[in-house]
Antibody, heavy 124, light 106 residues
Framework: EVQLVESGGGLVQPGRSMKLSCAAS????????MAWVRQAPKKGLEWVAS????????YYGDSVKGRFTISRDNAKSTLYLQMNSLRSEDTATYYC?????????????????WGQGVMVTVSS | DTVLTQSPALAVSPGERVSISCRASEGVNSYMHWYQQKPGQQPKLLIYKASNLASGVPARFSGSGSGTDFTLTIDPVEADDTATYFCQQSWNDPPTFGGGTKLELK
C-alpha cells in the first residue's frame, strides 16, 4: 500500500524558515518524480514544486521560486521541502504527492497518491 | 499560465446523473485529470488523461473531452459523492488546477 506521511509543519513567524518532510513507503521511491502541492485555507490547489527521480532536476512555481527548495533522499525514501523567507501568503496545508509522469523523465504528469497534508501557518 | 475554469457549485439528488465541467484557457490535448476532495481529507485521483479511470475508482465516474473542454460525469450520484472536484492540466507549464466544483446532494 502506497503511503505518504508528511511532518514538520506548525506556526512560524514571517521571514523565518521551516522544513517539511514526507516519508514514503509501499513503492520504489526512486522510480517516481515527487511533488509538493499546497492548499490555502478554504482555497484551491496550487502546485509548489517537483523533483526528478534522482533529484538532479527541480521545478518550482513562480510564487516560491528562489525561496523554497525541494530535495529527496532515495536511501531514506523521503522527500523534503525547505521553505525560507516565509510570508503570510504561504499559509496553507502542504501535501506531498507522487507524480506519474506522462512520459519518462518528464515533470509533466498527474498526482496519483497524496499524503494527508501538514499545516503551515505563517504569522507573527 | 493555463487557467482552468469550473462552476463553483452544483446540487443534485441521489440517483441522478451529474456533469462537472472544466474549461481551459488554452489547449491541453488530453492531459486533463480529475480529483475528489472530501472535507478534511487529501485529494484523491479519479480520472487521468481525460478518460482513464484511476485504480479502485467506481465505474460510476467517467471523464471525457479534449483540447479545452472537459467533463467529469457521475452516474448515478450517491450520497458519499459529496465533495469538491478539481481538474488539473499537465500539458502546459506550470501544472495548474481549477478552482473546484463543490457537489452537494439534495
Amino acid at each position: 500500500e502506497v503511503q505518504l506521511v508528511e511532518s514538520g509543519g506548525g506556526l512560524v513567524q514571517p521571514g523565518r524558515s521551516m522544513k517539511l518532510s514526507c516519508a514514503a513507503s509501499g513503492f520504489t521511491f526512486s522510480d517516481y518524480y515527487m511533488a509538493w502541492v499546497r492548499q490555502a485555507p478554504k482555497k484551491g490547489l496550487e502546485w509548489v514544486a517537483s523533483i526528478s527521480y534522482e533529484g538532479s532536476s527541480t521545478y518550482y512555481g513562480d510564487s516560491v521560486k528562489g525561496r523554497f527548495t525541494i530535495s529527496r533522499d532515495n536511501a531514506k525514501s523521503t522527500l523534503y521541502l525547505q521553505m525560507n523567507s516565509l510570508r503570510s501568503e504561504d499559509t496553507a496545508t502542504y501535501y506531498c504527492a507522487r507524480l506519474r509522469s506522462i512520459y519518462y523523465y518528464s515533470s509533466y504528469g498527474y498526482f496519483d497518491y497524496w499524503g494527508q497534508g501538514v499545516m503551515v501557518t505563517v504569522s507573527s | 499560465d493555463t487557467v482552468l475554469t469550473q462552476s463553483p457549485a452544483l446540487a443534485v439528488s441521489p440517483g441522478e446523473r451529474v456533469s462537472i465541467s472544466c474549461r481551459a484557457s488554452e489547449g491541453v490535448n488530453s492531459y486533463m485529470h480529475w480529483y475528489q476532495q472530501k472535507p478534511g481529507q487529501q485529494p484523491k485521483l479519479l480520472i487521468y488523461k481525460a478518460s482513464n479511470l484511476a485504480s479502485g475508482v467506481p465505474a460510476r465516474f467517467s471523464g471525457s473531452g479534449s483540447g479545452t473542454d472537459f467533463t467529469l460525469t457521475i452516474d448515478p450520484v450517491e450520497a458519499d459523492d459529496t465533495a469538491t472536484y478539481f481538474c488539473q492540466q499537465s500539458w502546459n507549464d506550470p501544472p495548474t488546477f481549477g478552482g473546484g466544483t463543490k457537489l452537494e446532494l439534495k
